[in-house]
């Protein structure tokens, strides 16, 4: 197992495109979690799947932002029409369902997104 | 929200030393956990803490769950320049139907000088 993958590790865009990145989690994993990390801030939580349910969303999930995890396998994260505050880091992590607050919570190495 | 606030924002020590940093809350939580970032990757989880006064050790990383349960502190001895990197708190936020996310503190940023 190779942990939490992402896929870009890096992208550069355009204000106004949209871009879509991915995250593959730990295979055994169920609940897969995205968050962003902008300059100087802890991550800070977007979305959260169980399986294929995306239960719940934070309001900092504009409607710019969809995210999908269509076969509870991997999931994607799209911001549409891009704006420079989107510049970020995008964190994926997953873990089991059972188990204790934060443990087996592993995080992927992010996709750091510059929008210009 | 909860919020948890980090302190020192940054550090700077000698290889060798011995480095202290603490997180607070106006919050309860009732676990306590420690990651490092290193730049360019996401956070590793060092530490969890699941109760309070527990003190929990990972090599030459030790931490401890405040009494109060709205603190805890990480202590790293005889740092090595490995080490540098971003060090984060964090504590879980429970919603509904048994799940939570994760809240973080700003972190405290270490720079370790050979």
């Known amino acids: 197992d190779t942990g939490v993958s992402q896929d870009p590790r890096h992208k550069i865009t355009k204000r106004g495109q949209n871009v879509t990145f991915r995250c593959d989690p730990i295979?055994?994993?169920?609940?897969l979690y995205w968050y962003r990390q902008t300059l100087g801030q802890g991550p800070e939580f977007l979305t959260y799947?169980?399986?294929?349910?995306?239960?719940?969303k934070s309001r900092l999930l504009s409607d710019r932002f969809s995210a999908e995890r269509p076969k509870g396998s991997f999931s994607t994260l799209e911001i549409q029409r891009t704006e420079q505050g989107d510049s970020a880091m995008y964190l994926c992590a997953s873990s089991l369902s059972r188990g204790r607050g934060g443990y087996g919570y592993t995080f992927g190495s992010g996709t750091r997104l510059t929008v210009v | 929200g909860q919020q948890l606030n980090q302190s020192p924002q940054s550090m700077f020590i000698q290889e060798g030393e011995d480095v202290s940093m603490n997180c607070t809350s106006s919050s309860i939580f009732n676990t306590w956990l420690w990651y490092k970032q290193d730049p360019g990757e996401g956070p590793v989880l060092l530490i969890a803490?699941?109760?309070?006064?527990e003190l929990t050790s990972n090599g030459r990383l030790t931490a401890q769950f405040g009494i109060t349960r709205k603190d805890s502190f990480l202590n790293i001895s005889a740092s090595i320049p490995s080490d540098v990197g971003i060090y984060f708190c964090?504590?879980?936020?429970?919603?509904?139907?048994?799940?939570?996310?994760?809240?973080f503190g700003k972190g405290t940023k270490l720079s370790v000088i050979p």
């Open positions: 803490l699941y109760k309070a006064g």
């Open positions: 799947f169980q399986n294929e349910a995306q239960l719940e």
């Open positions: 964090a504590g879980p936020v429970y919603s509904g139907a048994g799940s939570y996310q994760l809240t």
């Open positions: 295979s055994e994993h169920n609940r």
